[in-house]
C-alpha cells in the first residue's frame, strides 16, 4: 500500500526534517520510528522537501509504503508521536504518487512580531523583530521578486549546481497588530530562499536597501548583494500543491 499523509510539527526542538546519521532527532526519524512502533513494519518516509531545523509546518506532506493493511493506521501513528508532530490525514494514495517528485508548488508563511515584548504564546513560532518597518516599501519591493528570475543571490548553497531558477507566484505581507506575515507561494524553493527573502524585503523596510535595488540584486546573482537569513523559528511550510 502506498500512503499520502500531511503533517503538522512544531520544529523548535528539531534538528531539521531529514533523517541523519548523527541524531534521531528529526522530523522524518521520529515519524518513521513511530510508524515502526505502531505496526511492526520498517519504513522509510518520502517528504515534499527538506525543513530546516527550527522551522515548522501546517502542511507536509510525506509517503510511504506498507506491507499490509491496517485499521486505524493514523490514530496507530499519531500515539507514537510527540505532542509537536501530528499526522492531520492520512490516506492511500496511487501506486505511482510521490511526495516530492509530485509536488508543483508550495505556500510558506514568515511571520515577525514588531512589539516591544514577544508573545507568550507564539515566541517559538514568530521570530521577534522590534524595529520600524515602511510596510509600503516593502510590498513595492515584493512585486519585483514575483514571476519567474534566477534567484541564485536568495539561495545559501553556494555549491548549487543544479537550476537555481524559480518561479514565485504570488508574495502577499499582511499586518495582525503588531505581527507583520510574509507568504510565498512558488514552484519551489531554493535552500533558505524564503528566509533571504523576507530578510531582504525587511532591509528595504528599514531603508537600509532601495526599492530600486531589488533588480539588481536579482541579477547580480551573488548572495552577498541580497539581505540577512532571517532566523528559522520564524517560518511556516503552510502546504504542498499537486
Known amino acids: 500500500m502506498n500512503y499520502k499523509m500531511v503533517i503538522e510539527y512544531e520544529g523548535t526542538h528539531y534538528k531539521g526534517w531529514q533523517r541523519q546519521i548523527s541524531t534521531e532527532n528529526t522530523i522524518q526519524g521520529v515519524i518513521e520510528k513511530a510508524i515502526e512502533l505502531a505496526v511492526g513494519e520498517k519504513v522509510e518516509i518520502n517528504g515534499s522537501g527538506r525543513t530546516d531545523?527550527?522551522?515548522h509546518a501546517l502542511g507536509q506532506v510525506a509517503s510511504f509504503r506498507l506491507e499490509n493493511e491496517y485499521e486505524n493506521l493514523m490514530d496507530k501513528i499519531n500515539e507514537k508521536l510527540p505532542a509537536d508532530i501530528r499526522i492531520v490525514s492520512l490516506n492511500k494514495a496511487s501506486d505511482r504518487f510521490h511526495a516530492r517528485l509530485n509536488a508543483i508548488g508550495k505556500t510558506y508563511c514568515y511571520k515577525i512580531d514588531t512589539g516591544k515584548k514577544m508573545n507568550v504564546f507564539t515566541r517559538r513560532t514568530i521570530n521577534h523583530f522590534?524595529?520600524?518597518?515602511?510596510?509600503?516599501?516593502?510590498?513595492e519591493a515584493s512585486k519585483i521578486l514575483i514571476g519567474t528570475h534566477d534567484f541564485k543571490s536568495?539561495?545559501?548553497n553556494k555549491k548549487m549546481k543544479k537550476s537555481t531558477i524559480r518561479t514565485i507566484n504570488s508574495i502577499e505581507?499582511?499586518?495582525?497588530?503588531?505581527?507583520?506575515h510574509f507568504t510565498y507561494r512558488g514552484s519551489g524553493f531554493l535552500y533558505n530562499m524564503v528566509r533571504i527573502l523576507t530578510g531582504t524585503l525587511i532591509e528595504v523596510g528599514l531603508g537600509k536597501i532601495e526599492?530600486?535595488?531589488i533588480t539588481e540584486i536579482i541579477e547580480a546573482k551573488d548572495r552577498a548583494k541580497a539581505g540577512i537569513t532571517m532566523p528559522a523559528r520564524g517560518l511556516t511550510l503552510v502546504s504542498v500543491e499537486y
Not at 522590534?130 to 509600503?136: H, I, R, Y
Not at 505581507?173 to 507583520?180: H, L, N, Y
Request: aromatic share 14%.
Open 173 to 180: 505581507i499582511e499586518k495582525f497588530g503588531t505581527e507583520i
Open 130 to 139: 522590534e524595529f520600524e518597518l515602511d510596510f509600503d516599501k516593502m510590498v
Open 53 to 55: 531545523a527550527g522551522t
Open 154 to 156: 536568495f539561495c545559501a
Open 211 to 213: 526599492v530600486s535595488q
